[in-house]
């Protein structure tokens, strides 16, 4: 237990800077497990009635590392626990013009993309970073990307080999794709602790969750943005498939299907970082022409 000027009550903010990207330096990443656990202390915290005043300042620090493309899978798992942290919203024989202000996780949640536009700050990221991996494969030595057959510790974009030597790297826009599990990539000199295909699991299951729990809905000019990053440019094949399952399932209320989408091949996983499109994409119906909230 901590206790300073700084109110680093139970090592609170401790637990944060274990969570973010390491340094530059280091070259073993930290464990998911670790992460995840940390992941969950963090929350148990927030949730006491001394780290209560935390809540509000710990999803700003998500956002912003969303806005400055830093730590983005960790923060975006803290970000998703902490919005639970809020009430369900109750239905209400009264009308309120300002559902967002309710106190809900659905008010919580639109009162983010009212202000600062959270869906548009997810894609922004996401484009970021296709492009950063992207970047980073083109630039591996002899196309050689690791792969361990799960989404293993190969690394990507420093020269270092794996089981992939010889795999064409994917070009834009249907271009071949590259090997499954392409493992984890040193992004600006920062090796990620997070394999390519659990970020991208990552990023689904939020997009799933905000999708799920509130009003808001993906505006058609969204949507093209999300398949262009997530199908189009996809730089291996597991993740592509993890995407089309999860677009399938987000259309499924719609009475179509996904051009191009074969057998939907993409697991869901389990866990806090393994987790795909999952059964909770079945709920997503929010695919319209305009952009709610």
Not at 158 to 182: C, F, I, K
């Amino acid at each position: 237990v901590v206790h300073s000027s700084q109110r680093e009550q139970f090592g609170f903010r401790l637990l944060w800077r274990f969570v973010q990207d390491a340094d530059p330096q280091a070259t073993v990443p930290i464990s998911v497990e670790l992460t995840n656990q940390a992941v969950n202390l963090l929350i148990r915290l927030l949730s006491m009635p001394e780290c209560a005043q935390e809540k509000e300042p710990l999803v700003q620090r998500c956002l912003e590392n969303l806005r400055c493309h830093n730590s983005v899978p960790a923060s975006l798992l803290v970000l998703q626990r902490a919005l639970g942290t809020y009430p369900p919203r109750r239905k209400s024989w009264v009308s309120f013009s300002a559902k967002e202000t309710d106190g809900s996780i659905a008010g919580a949640v639109e009162t983010l993309d009212k202000t600062q536009q959270l869906l548009d700050l997810f894609i922004s990221d996401l484009q970021w970073y296709q492009m950063q991996i992207r970047t980073a494969f083109l630039q591996t030595s002899s196309n050689r990307l690791g792969n361990d057959g799960g989404g293993g510790d190969g690394e990507v974009g420093d020269g270092a080999g794996g089981d992939g030597a010889g795999v064409t790297v994917a070009g834009p826009h249907n271009a071949p794709l590259a090997v499954e599990s392409v493992g984890r990539a040193r992004l600006h000199g920062v090796l990620q602790r997070f394999t390519h295909l659990q970020d991208i699991r990552i990023r689904l299951r939020f997009l799933t969750y905000v999708l799920t729990n509130s009003s808001l809905m993906l505006g058609e000019q969204q949507v093209r943005l999300l398949w262009q990053c997530l199908v189009d440019d996809a730089v291996a094949t597991d993740c592509a498939d993890a995407a089309l399952e999860w677009f399938q399932e987000a259309c499924a209320d719609l009475g179509g299907s996904v051009p191009g989408s074969g057998t939907g091949g993409g697991g869901a996983g389990n866990g806090s970082t393994n987790g795909g499109g999952g059964s909770e994409a079945g709920r997503v119906t929010g695919v319209t022409s305009t952009k709610a909230g």
